[in-house]
């Protein structure tokens, strides 16, 4: 993440990060073999740090040491035996002899006490059941009923529901530190903080940001560029409709009547039941409706899974090692935890930016309160959110515009709930060491970059399912993000077409902290925000806790990140990198190194080229 690193933007695939930082071969073939050998089908994925297994009930209950029930419907049976007889039974007399959608539960969350194994990732599934499968239990249920009651009935549907060669898949993360499992079970909430005004997105009156005021207001290069043959991985645990999304696209002029927006897939990696039920049923929507205000044609594959730690891992597992998405958004997050340092998330966010993935969350909507696990800021304590302190990723905040002149924005300040602080456990990285504007010079700094985000002041036009069938308007740091997820397929597309190597942005903080550090080149890529604070820090001159470098300034920071997006000049540093920027008078100044890279002295209305520059 170090642009002057040697190695810098020499990315990985899924099978080089696997042999560099995955398991090692005597944890996995310990694994696999004690798996194996209870009649389990095992098959290691490239990153080394999962492996997907397989196999019958009965196989799964024994390998695993737990007891399986039958239920009717998605429900983790996190309780006692009782309560999961008690569900077994309503299941039983439910069924009658209809087919039907059945599920097998553990009574408990499994783990595996082996060496290398860090946690059971997945054991929650749903299974299909014949008619003559469902009668069969249903008529056990009723004579055991019939015969010693209830209790009896359940553990009759539990041994005759389901035929014992129905298959179970189960995911188990690796260990890389081969250590026993550590379970946490925590929910997850999106920092975007909705609001109920209600408006019509053809009030040209309005303070609400339309596509069309968010391209202008940020000078988003859309004017060249559209995301068409980008990829975006957008990880969410709540559905969406797409008619919702499309009626956003069509009132802003993205698509036209009657078209569809065949650039968004869905993906279920849980069984989509299990989606869904959080305090934000809209984060979706609005995560999807962002993106599209900035990169319009990007393809959008839309992962979702079940609202807990172990659906968080598979998103994350799967986006790692499909690899097929060169970045990546993830709105959602939790109080960071000890272990996150060296935890399954953060070595998955490790072998994405490895892999060349530009990953980008949000830092929260709480100010210096931590996300608690019921989606509200936790005011007894102080923090940050994981996974916005991960090195890995670019956390972005908020701010509050307060004047808007020619289509731009004359001021911004800090809002007051953008999220931000110091990581109490993520060493301080690389690219950050630099900076003079720090609060704590030994751990992680955040957020990295930010964009408006009261709910209050310019909040976001949105189209989300509502009874009135309307427009709305949130805020927040979810929003946000999406956008820069937006802006960097852009600039993944703009390197594409200027035949950059490699064409992926990849971990943009190294850039991004590299053209913050450089006053004259921060002057032109960031706006400017030295008011304002979150509670306890404070925003300032260059880089801060509240809102980091701050917002964009799209079609010049472009030059930066793309160069040659513009006419230039290049900037070349002591390190031997050159930069490029939009040719004045003041930025090819020969005395500020203003030269191209063959040596010749730029002078203003001089063309640049790809063989200069």
Known sequence: MDPYHSLYQQYLNPSQFGRAFGASTQAVSSVRGYLTAQGLSVQLQPNRLTLEVSGTAAQVSKAFNIKLVQ????????????????????????????????????????????VGVKSVARLNFNLYISAAAAAAAAAAAAAAAAAVGAAAAAAAVGAAAVAANYMLPVSLLLSTTATPPTLACHRLCSPFAPTTALLSPTDDNAYFLTVDRIRKLYNLPTDAFDGEGEAIALASFEKFEIGAVEEYALANGLIEEGDSLSNIIERFLSDPDSVGGSSNPDATHVDLEMLLSASPKAKITVYLAENSEAGEALLMSKIANLNTSSIVLYTWGREEQPGDVDGTINTLLKQMVLQGQSVVVASGSCGVHPQTRNATCDE?????????????VTAVGGTTPTLFIGNTWAKEVAWELSSGGVSRYM?????????????????????????????????????????????????????????????????????????????????????LYAIGNTKWQADKAFRSCSEGSNGKFDAGAGWDAVTGWNSMNGKMMTGFLCPGYMGACCYRTKYGNSYCVELTEENCDTSKGGTFTDGKVCTPGTPMTLSNC
């Open 380 to 392: 007894l304590t102080e923090g940050v959110n994981f996974p916005a302190s991960s090195e890995f």
């Open 427 to 511: 060493p301080l990285p690389q690219y950050q060491a630099d900076v003079t504007t720090l609060v704590n010079r030994q751990h992680r700094n955040l957020p990295d970059v930010a964009l408006a985000a009261d709910p209050d002041v310019w909040p976001y036009e949105v189209y989300v399912p509502n009874e009135a069938n309307e427009f709305s308007t949130v805020g927040g740091t979810a929003p946000a993000a999406s956008v820069w997820a937006g802006y960097f397929a852009l600039i993944n597309q703009c390197r594409k077409a200027r035949e950059l190597a490699p064409a992926r942005l990849g971990a943009a903080n190294g850039q």
């Open 71 to 114: 239920v009717q419907s998605q429900q983790l049976l996190d309780a006692s035996s009782r309560a999961a007889a008690a569900a077994a039974a309503t299941a039983a007399a439910a069924l009658g002899t209809s087919t039907g959608k059945l599920l097998r539960a553990p009574v408990a969350h499994p783990q595996l006490l082996l």
